[in-house]
């Protein structure tokens, strides 16, 4: 297949940031792109070949963008699953799949599957309904505290919440949910596992999440994580087996913890590009980005080495700023050495909204952490006076 | 002043692959632009905000352009040099400045430029016409060989020849131009240098371009020089002179010859991102593009040291091929270590037309030099059968 300045189409379901960085590589190698979004301000809407607004919930305009274009992939899991099947019974090249999908976009089939496989997962239950839940509670069936985690829909943290007393589930979405064991964990992992239709198969470093002390927050993603190397092998080795089982097509994101005991256990997948590889723009030898385009066309895959050490640093609007957008110390951070600033190019900030990230590489990277720091301490995301 | 997702404007005057791959860094910065091209396929169209088709070189049309504008800049230095002039004195910035351009387009201005600061150079003579060359010629003025250059117009190779006999001047332009001493020398080097309106200044490494034995024509570009470290600083030391004479603001690319006893003499110059620079996209830390931007937006200028080392391919179309293009085997040098395709987007190919380029990163530069010998002879930029 001649994809380069050809006129092969990819359709890509979603226009936000990942699409709009997925969009550097396929004009890079000039792949017409077609992009479906239901925002006129989708950062994607330039840079893409053709751009169709519509909901990507709905059955018929889905498979009816899907008829547009010669291989179908997607930047969000929130789209509907019933047209993708269809495309993909028509001949439609639609990766990743949509069985791969299937597993994934419900949390408590995605729990189910980790079983399956004996891919070691934290212990969980799954529930229609918090009205179920509470019972279990009441009945001892499982003890708190725990984690609730509703199956469908959530994101970025959202329709996620840890349970210490019953109370906490006052006001939580009356939707199917699952209630997982609380595991400590000394570190929060991510191993982004890259395949092909023809079955070659690439990993990407382990990358350390590390946790604000007090807030709990995720404030950096640090390549390589500064862990153990028989810690990083088992690492990459269950997200390899996890790749396995999925049999996916792109990339998976495979997110881990590392227990007390070193032990490893998969907390949730994404079949796609995914935060905890951004720093790759800068630091390895092929993107995430660029690695995703490769495979989802069947090209060989790419390096995923690093060149260099990368931190990644997300941008989130402060709170009590909303409206039209400041990246208040922008040109500081832009004054050191190695730092990188993505504006997705949303106009408008809110509290904790993704607005962009900045990269952080230095061959050194203890370096790179302590001007990671200064980023994070520097630059804030405001609304304008 | 705000860049960042905001209602500043940044245009463009054309929108070649130069253009496209600085749009890679107004898109990731999400700065508006505005581009005017002459033709309706510009590798700009897409990814720029508006794109408006017209002629270069018209003063109304690149005035009326200037006007939509805050900032203005070029990728190309054929423009209309008056409306550059006339929008300056009305208040817009334009980067580089009408005046730095002036003292470039022409090559015999260029010329008297260096010789007026003491820039070390090639001798010549200039000329207003061919036959004014031919007297010299027959009156012993100057003696064969030399190289011919017009001093306007030209681009790429063309309006340079080497001047054996004088009936290698038939059949050539019968316009202004130069008769340039012709030097052996070991190697033809290049430094880009960046500088913006504050007076911030950078130079990136000194690139060799490497020539095919025979055919004499450069085949790759490589980052760093396999120079001598006492050369390498001789040829950063005067590119910043230029630099510092031209007082330009945005890149300035320094193309220059190490004699046969190494000393630098500049060839020409280039007030744009150039050719030799774009292993910067994948070998340092920041692009040669990012730093153009960041220089006429008068933002801290990023680091201009290498991550790896960085060699280039231009691709180029192959002779006897004339039509829709095909990049043959380029899925076979996908498949190695450190390889990137860049594809301009033009659908058609011409002999000798530029198509893109490719980027071999390594660690080990001889290793990158293999890979890159490889990638040379495998890729050919053929037509569609």
């Not at 509470?134 to 069936?141: D, N, R, T």
């Not at 840890?162 to 997982?180: F, G, H, K, Q, S």
């Not at 895959?301 to 260099?308: A, H, I, P, Y």
């Not at 640093?313 to 004054?335: P, R």
């Amino acid at each position: 297949m001649n994809y380069f300045s050809s006129d092969f189409k990819l359709g890509i379901l979603g226009g936000g940031q990942l699409g709009k960085m997925l969009l550097f590589d396929t004009r890079k190698f000039d792949i017409q792109t077609y992009i479906l979004d239901p925002s006129d301000e989708a950062p994607c809407k330039i840079a893409c070949d053709t751009f169709i607004k519509g909901d990507l919930m709905d059955f018929q305009t889905v498979y009816n963008f899907g008829k547009l274009v010669d291989v179908l992939t997607f930047e969000i899991e929130l789209v509907n699953l019933e047209a993708l099947i269809k495309l993909e019974e028509e001949g439609l090249k639609v990766y990743p799949s949509p069985k791969t999908l299937q597993l994934i976009q419900n949390k408590g089939v995605q729990k189910d599957f980790y079983t399956q496989h004996q891919i070691p997962t934290a212990n969980y239950k799954r529930f229609k309904d918090i009205k179920s839940l509470i019972l279990a509670i009441l009945e001892s069936q499982i003890t708190l505290p725990f984690v609730w985690k509703c199956t469908e829909f959530g994101y970025d943290g959202n329709g996620v919440k840890v349970i210490r007393d019953i109370t906490d589930l006052d006001n939580l979405a009356n939707v199917e949910c699952i209630a997982e064991e609380m595991i400590p964990f000394k570190n929060e992992l991510a191993v982004i596992v890259c395949r092909s239709p023809s079955g070659e198969i690439k990993t990407y470093p382990v990358v350390e999440m590390e946790f604000h002390p007090e807030a709990n927050q995720v404030e950096y993603v640090i390549c390589p994580a500064r862990i153990d190397t028989k810690v990083a092998d088992k690492a990459r080795a269950i997200a390899l087996h996890v790749s396995e089982k999925f049999n996916h097509v792109g990339l998976l994101a495979v997110e881990m913890f590392q227990t007390e005991e070193d032990e490893i256990i998969v907390n949730e997948v994404a079949p796609r590009p995914h935060n905890s590889g951004h720093y790759s723009i800068e630091a390895s030898f092929t993107s995430q980005f660029e690695n995703h385009l490769r495979a989802i066309l069947d090209l060989p895959l790419g390096n995923t080495d690093s060149k260099v050490a990368g931190i990644m640093v997300n941008l989130v609007g402060a709170e009590g700023h909303s409206g039209n957008v400041v990246y208040e110390n922008i040109e500081k951070i832009m004054s050191w050495n190695g730092v990188t600033p993505h504006i997705y190019g949303k106009k408008q900030t809110r509290p904790f909204r993704k607005m962009g990230h900045v990269t952080i590489v230095n061959a050194d990277i203890v370096e790179a952490r302590r001007i990671a720091e200064d980023v994070k301490n520097t630059i804030r995301v405001i609304s304008q006076k």
